[in-house]
């Protein structure tokens, strides 16, 4: 009993202080700014399901994907889609620019939460992710590959062959085109399951909308004051809107159009253009679902003069790890962005109303209390699990 | 991520947008468009009723809006174009929307898409007997 004692005193000795609990203030909220941060979860949602990919969902089109997300066969200069998607990057590349055979014109996307988009590409140009898979694979500028070579690979390769049996139920046999697709289906499946964890915004979010004030008192009081300047007057949430801080739609913040002397990025017009010119849109033979439901927007959309140099409203999850920012990381820093929204020029944005984007005029305090609530949305991330087996 | 109860709060939102229900009901209208609910839209000539499909109209979510189109003393009308607004910024949607015009006299309105939280309006072509008339009603998505 005596030597229970003991150790119980030793181990109390050198066990480690608990660093005390820093009394924070739970700032008040009104039934109408709660509604508005209830809007922004619950996080995570249900796992992506795209009725237009057979195998979405798939655990074994899943662990197919994943091989050829990594496999740098899929590219004619030897380099996979994971060369400019770095895991340990947000599965971006932290380069202003991407750099596939060329420099290319725009910033290279984050993968994080891709699943939950309805439009894909910085201009819009693919109405799914499995559309989306394929421009970079066979895109001279990028990783220059074919429909050929990635159908040979499907084909010969005897562990993707099996592991494309598995994922699609039959050999990889049919035309090129086909297996194209199914590649570019199979890597879908995979991204899909790149969803971010919960973040400190969320566990307050959540506390906040069931009323547990002592939890939602442990979100620090500069992220509550950027917070209520998020949904308030800084009317960002009309275009970060929801649990993905996006409403998924294109907007023009200001950012200059051209990417070199003479020539401009056209950004959503020209993406409207290629996505209704190619064959692999969802009103195509392509889409596997039946009904009209999940083509409603690509049959809807039709460009016009204001989707000129409107670029695809990012979001914010793991925001404050995923720089440059803008389209074309034209603006390197966090800090830095929340400085362009408080002093954009209204010289530089057209409109007839009350502007979506003005120039905030922020103090450095609310410059700061942003940019706290801005980081509550990033989270450290787990390690990435190995590889499940391909083929078993 | 649906909320049932933003549904019933929309359905309660759309019978008090008809502040003067007893002489709507009195035109020759069907205002029940199968599901005993439904928005109605009238001026001194003509009376529109709408339900939309969904019924929660959410941000950045397609829906269809069901509608009947008459006039009050029980003509033929048309719905000869629609479209929907965000007065504040003055600007559209992303998205063009399709009349459809249905056997049972319905029309369907399909492609809408409010792609962001606000106030938005309704914009809406009718004619009848050689003439046109433009009606308009606000709703806010949340």
């Known amino acids: ?43 995570p949602p249900n796992p992506v399901r795209d009725p237009t990919n057979r195998v979405s969902g798939n655990p074994a089109a899943i662990a197919l994907g994943r091989a050829l997300f990594f496999d740098p066969r899929l ?125 400190p915004f969320d566990d307050f979010r959540d506390a906040l909308v069931r009323g547990d004030r002592a939890a939602a008192a442990r979100y620090p009081v500069d992220a509550q004051r950027g917070l209520k300047l998020f949904i308030g007057t800084g009317n960002c949430s009309a275009c970060h809107f929801g649990p993905t801080f996006t409403n998924g739609e294109f907007g023009d913040v200001g950012i200059p159009f051209f990417v070199r002397p003479g020539e401009v990025d056209n950004g959503r017009f020209g993406g409207i253009e290629r996505l209704q010119a190619s064959p692999y849109n969802l009103l195509g033979r392509f889409n596997d679902d039946p009904s009209p439901a999940s083509s409603v927007r690509t049959r809807h959309v039709e460009k016009q003069h204001r989707n000129f140099g409107e670029f695809r409203v990012p979001g914010l999850r793991q925001v404050g790890r995923s720089g440059p920012y803008m389209h074309d990381g034209s603006v390197a820093k966090l800090e830095d962005v929340v400085t362009h929204y408080s002093e954009v020029s209204p010289d530089r944005l057209h409109s007839d ?22 980081r ?17 | ?42 001026t001194q000539r003509h009376m529109l009723a709408l339900r939309p499909e969904p019924l929660l109209i959410e941000v950045g979510i397609p829906f269809t809006l069901i509608m009947n189109v008459c006039t009050k003393r029980g003509e033929p009308a048309e719905l000869v174009a629609i479209d929907a607004t965000m007065p504040a910024h003055k600007h559209g949607m992303n998205y063009t929307p399709k009349i459809v015009a249905g056997v049972d ?38």
């Open chain 1, 1 to 43: 009993m005596r030597r229970l004692a003991l150790l119980l005193a030793v181990a109390a000795a050198i066990a480690p202080v608990t660093p005390p609990v820093r009394a924070q203030q739970l700032l008040e909220w009104t039934p109408k700014e709660i509604d508005a941060v209830g809007q922004h979860g619950p996080w």
């Open chain 1, 75 to 199: 590219s004619g200069r030897e380099a996979a889609c994971s060369a400019c998607h770095l895991p340990s990057l947000g599965w971006s590349d932290g380069n202003k620019r991407g750099h596939g055979a060329v420099e290319l014109d725009r910033r290279t996307p984050s993968l994080w939460n891709v699943g939950f988009r309805k439009w894909f590409g910085w201009d819009g140009s693919a109405d799914s992710l499995w559309m989306q898979s394929i421009r970079p694979i066979t895109d001279a500028r990028e990783m220059a590959g074919s429909v050929e070579l990635t159908a040979r690979l499907l084909r010969e390769d005897a562990t993707l062959a099996c592991g494309y049996r598995k994922a699609f139920g039959e050999a990889p046999a049919g035309s090129d085109e086909k297996l194209m697709v199914d590649a570019a289906k199979a890597l879908a499946a995979f991204q899909e399951t790149l969803v971010t964890p919960r973040t």
């Open chain 1, 353 to 374: 109303g009350v502007p979506i984007v003005r120039a905030l005029g922020l103090s450095a305090g609310e410059k700061g209390d942003l940019i706290a609530f801005l």
């Open chain 1, 376 to 392: 509550s949305l990033d989270t450290d991330i787990p390690t990435l699990l190995p590889a499940p087996p391909v083929c078993p």
């Open chain 2, 1 to 42: 991520m649906k909320h049932p109860t933003r549904a019933l709060a929309l359905a309660l939102t759309l019978f008090s947008a008809m502040p003067n229900l007893s002489e709507a009901l009195a035109a020759d209208c069907p205002l029940d468009l199968g599901h005993g609910t439904g928005l109605v839209v009238y």
């Open chain 2, 105 to 142: 006299g319905r029309y369907r309105v399909e492609g809408l898409v409010f792609h962001m939280p606000g106030e938005w309006e309704l914009v809406l072509d009718v004619r009848s007997g050689g003439e046109m008339e433009r009606l308009t009603h606000g709703l806010v998505v949340k």
